[in-house]
């Protein structure tokens, strides 16, 4: 902002130039939801049709400046400045909260649900550093000040270490039902059954530290091993029945069934991904 005011200040042909560059560099996000169409046209047409629609994009947002050059009169149409346009700013927020809230929503659907909690704790840690920088600007010049915004730098890079999707790790999962269970047993396949919810927060950590990594994926395809996942977020009555036959009154739950065994391994709440492997590989 103090650059783009430093360089649209003056009355010359620069300054008005530089104010219409300003201007588009601004408006650029806010109106590429309705751009889109027109630009990926123009990218796939050849040079002179696609020069004339990026012409006609400028000259239709320099046009209120052009109205005004040639006609200065019409700026006593334009609205007052005044308390109303902090009023606008602050109505208009809400629909960048709506776009922010469709966005996390698309990422949940390609991602999962652990994508999402990462990037939740990323918004509060973030917010976090903000207000540490507040706090720093609002304070006096001096060595407690510039610590004060030193440690702004944390919270603000943790979030966004924890904003980058994590690469898939390559174990797929079936759907736990006790009759995929009771199939595979009779084949005589190995299988490891975990039994999760997306409100457990044990879980959550286990399948992003244990059950995420390259070489757990590996040793599953290599010994013919099928991951069956229940999920009792919604407290399923199969899963529950599991639970009960194992005593346990909650997930998380991980069993292991050998090849050719109907009795599992029931392994640990806390888990590694050396355990894991240790559990199936019988090492």
């Known amino acids: 902002q103090n650059i783009g005011s ?65 006609s200065p009169a019409l700026i006593r149409l334009m609205p007052k ?30 991602a999962g649900p652990n994508v999402l909690a990462m990037v939740l704790a990323a918004f509060i840690l973030a917010a976090f550093g903000l207000w540490l920088w507040g706090l720093a600007q609002r304070g006096e010049a001096g060595l407690k000040t510039r610590i004060l915004a030193g440690l702004t730098a944390v919270p603000v890079l943790a979030a966004v270490a924890m904003a980058k999707p ?46 995420s990594g390259k070489d757990l994926a590996d040793t599953f395809k290599k010994g013919g091993i099928t991951y069956l996942k229940g999920d009792w977020t919604n407290r399923d009555p199969d899963i529950t029945k599991l639970l009960e036959q194992h005593g346990r009154a909650g997930v998380p739950l991980y069993l292991f069934y050998a090849s050719g ?16 492997i240790a559990a199936v590989t019988g090492s």
């Open 166 to 211: 994590s690469a898939p790790s390559g174990l797929l999962s079936e759907a736990y039902t006790p009759a995929r269970l009771e199939e595979l047993l009779k084949e005589g396949k190995p299988v490891f059954v975990n039994l999760t919810a997306a409100w457990c927060v044990t879980c959550l950590v286990n399948e992003e530290v244990a059950l």
């Open 261 to 276: 065994k109907s009795e599992p391994v029931v392994l640990p709440q806390l888990l590694t991904e050396g355990i894991v």
């Open 6 to 70: 430093g360089l649209g200040k003056g009355d010359g042909i620069t300054a008005s130039f530089l104010t219409g560059v300003l201007a588009a560099v601004v408006a650029a996000p806010c109106t590429a939801p309705f751009m889109a169409g027109a630009v990926g046209a123009a990218i796939s047409q050849p040079p002179a049709i696609a020069l004339s629609i990026f012409g006609a994009l400028g000259l239709g947002m320099a046009a209120p400046y052009l109205a005004l050059a040639f």
């Open 81 to 110: 400045p005044g308390t109303w346009m902090v009023r606008l700013k602050q109505v208009l927020a809400f629909p960048m909260f709506g776009s922010a809230a469709w966005l996390l929503w698309v990422l949940v659907i390609q």
